[in-house]
Nanobody
Framework: VQLQAFGGGLAQAGGSLRLSCAAS????????MGWFRQAPGKEREFVAS????????IYTDSVKGRFIISRDNAKNTVYLQMGSLKPEDTAVYFC???????????????????WGQGTLVTVSS
């Protein structure tokens, strides 16, 4: 599976950005696509994820009400619409795939097998 993330850039606090991640290659019967982020000097952290079949979503608390994850099945693409951006949202954002989803939606990086290259989001105050 190859993942290509797009859409990062510079935004002002309170502004918006939309990230995209296109998947290609091997497909799975049911899987999760997630977004993680990593700020300088910090560990990679979970942001949001979505199940490919049903479109169920989960978010980390710090982005609830501000970010929306969605997918386009026909394009094999997942999106992260980010609004009300804050300087603390500044990070490299990664998309990832968990191909073994059954019941619980994982939120730790070790549960995701495939990763995109990351796209930098910088939010100025």
């Amino acid at each position: 599976v190859q993942l290509q993330a797009f859409g990062g850039g510079l935004a002002q606090a309170g502004g918006s950005l939309r990230l995209s991640c296109a998947a290609s290659g091997r497909t799975f019967s049911n899987y999760i696509m997630g977004w993680f982020r990593q700020a300088p000097g910090k560990e990679r952290e979970f942001v949001a994820s979505i199940t490919w079949r049903a479109g169920n979503t989960i978010y980390t608390d710090s982005v609830k009400g501000r970010f929306i994850i969605s997918r386009d099945n026909a394009k094999n693409t997942v999106y992260l619409q980010m609004g009300s951006l804050k300087p603390e949202d500044t990070a490299v954002y990664f998309c990832a795939v968990n191909p073994d989803f059954t019941v619980v939606m994982p939120t730790t990086p070790d549960k995701y097998n495939y990763w995109g290259q990351g796209t930098l989001v910088t939010v100025s105050s």
